[in-house]
């Protein structure tokens, strides 16, 4: 293996610009940037598949530890590992590099892979503000026929989320009217005892950002473009930087309503998506992933046999998966063509989620297009609010009774959560 570097995450500007090599007629070269419980589980058993088709090889595995990772590619048959992203990029000019990093590393690590001539495919969240998604964004090669940087959004693809796709396009369901997106998860105080976890400046946000993006983001890709926010949130049980909980209306373009609920405090788990359209409630349940299965169409009063069958028969089913994602990243490769899930397409749930913090930090109705260059919600998900940001507690116009209770306790209906390092507490209201 390589010899180790001492930075394994280098600045943008340490590889020159390089345009992206031609597919034809060959395997996309592909490389994995971390090699933990996603990069591992997920990443590389979809190329591990394109592979055994014929479309991929995995040529290099980078991370931190020297020795997981030369275990890691004799385990897996990878020629060749690094501790140094610059490097494996020089020597192996992979054609598609996985980023399964946490959030803080991404933005530095997909623009080196850009600018090396590598499509990238990041783990989500993408990166942990508006402002690190867009200089990613302007490193692309739009005019050229890539590279791009897609996002795992995994939920997207498969039969099902294509079946009602299609189903609310073509109309057959009437207007989408109202929806409901649900992302109730339970996580104990030991999930977040891993260091970037919890934290503004590591993770981005909470199960907002973490955990309910999946969910969001499939609603978004279904119902299309929101147009404003109302939210809360609450620290209620963790002691973290971010949020625990998170409730938001949302309203669409289309004029449609949706409520959205993120939560790691719910012990009976369940992902769902609701959608009450004028001729038929399409509905998903599943935990972190779906099949056919999972979907059901109730269709309203009225309906015809013909149109229930019609809209009840998803075809042949392909699970939402790693692997179905990137197979049509792929595809995309080879046409040289923008990716789902990438520029406007992947920022849109990212912006949401900007607006639904902001909303809920600031008490106000956000709009679609308002937070930009300027607006301290586009280069931080906390927005510097008091009480929310690092080292930051509520001023005296929020103080209450509570505010004098020991660290760790609270009256009925609060929750006290340390903010900073050095332990200040400060009171979240039920």
């Not at 345009?19 to 994995?32: F, N």
């Not at 990166?127 to 791009?148: C, I, M, N, R």
Request: glycine letters at 10%; proline letters at 8%; a negative charge.
């Amino acid at each position: 293996m390589p010899t180790p570097s001492n930075d394994p995450s280098p600045t943008p500007d340490q590889r020159p610009d390089r345009p992206p090599a031609p597919l034809t007629g060959r395997r996309v070269r592909a490389a994995i940037v971390g090699i933990g419980a996603i990069g591992g589980g997920s990443h590389l058993p979809a190329l591990e598949r394109l592979a055994e088709e014929g479309e991929t090889e995995v040529v290099a595995a980078v991370d931190i530890d020297a020795e997981a990772v030369a275990k890691f590619c004799a385990e897996h048959g990878i020629p060749h590992g690094y501790t140094d992203l610059a490097r494996m990029l020089a020597e192996q000019r992979p054609d598609l590099v996985s980023i399964c990093t946490p959030p803080t590393l991404h933005r530095d690590q997909t623009i080196a892979a850009l600018r090396a001539g590598a499509w990238v495919w990041c783990e989500k969240p993408p990166v942990p503000t508006l402002a690190d998604f867009d200089a990613v964004e302007a490193e692309e090669g739009a005019e050229t026929g890539g590279p791009y940087a897609s996002i795992v959004f995994q939920h997207r693809f498969g039969s099902g989320a294509r079946h009602v796709r299609e189903l609310l396009a073509e109309g057959g369901l009437g207007r989408p009217l109202v929806a409901h997106c649900q992302t109730t998860w339970y996580r104990d105080t030991a999930y977040y005892a891993v260091p970037w976890r919890g934290r503004w400046a590591t993770e981005g946000g909470g199960p907002a950002m973490g955990h309910g993006i999946h969910q969001m983001d499939l609603l978004l890709d279904l119902l299309g473009p929101w147009s404003e926010v109302r939210a809360m949130a609450g620290r209620l049980v963790h002691d973290v930087e971010t949020e625990d909980v998170s409730t938001a209306l949302v309203r669409f373009e289309s004029g449609a309503l949706a409520t959205v609920v993120n939560s790691v405090l719910s012990p009976d788990e369940v992902s769902r998506i609701r959608i009450d359209c004028e001729r038929a409630t399409v509905e998903l349940t599943h935990l972190y992933g779906h099949s056919n299965a999972d979907w059901s169409v109730t269709p309203a009063p009225g309906t015809s046999e013909a149109d229930a069958a019609a809209w009840r028969d998803f075809g042949a089913d392909v699970p939402s998966s790693h692997l179905a994602q990137l197979r049509e990243l792929v595809a995309s490769m080879r046409a040289g063509e923008r990716p789902r899930s990438s520029g406007a397409d992947g920022r849109t749930s990212l912006e949401l989620i900007a607006a639904l913090y902001k909303s809920a930090f600031t008490d106000a109705t956000v709009r679609r297009g308002e937070i930009g260059p300027g607006d301290p919600y586009y280069t931080a998900m906390h927005g510097g609010a008091p009480g929310w940001a690092p080292g930051t507690v509520r001023g005296p116009a929020d103080a209450s009774p509570a505010a004098t209770s020991p660290a760790g306790t609270s009256p009925a209906g609060t929750s006290t959560v340390g903010t900073s390092a050095a332990g200040t507490s400060e009171e979240i209201t039920a």
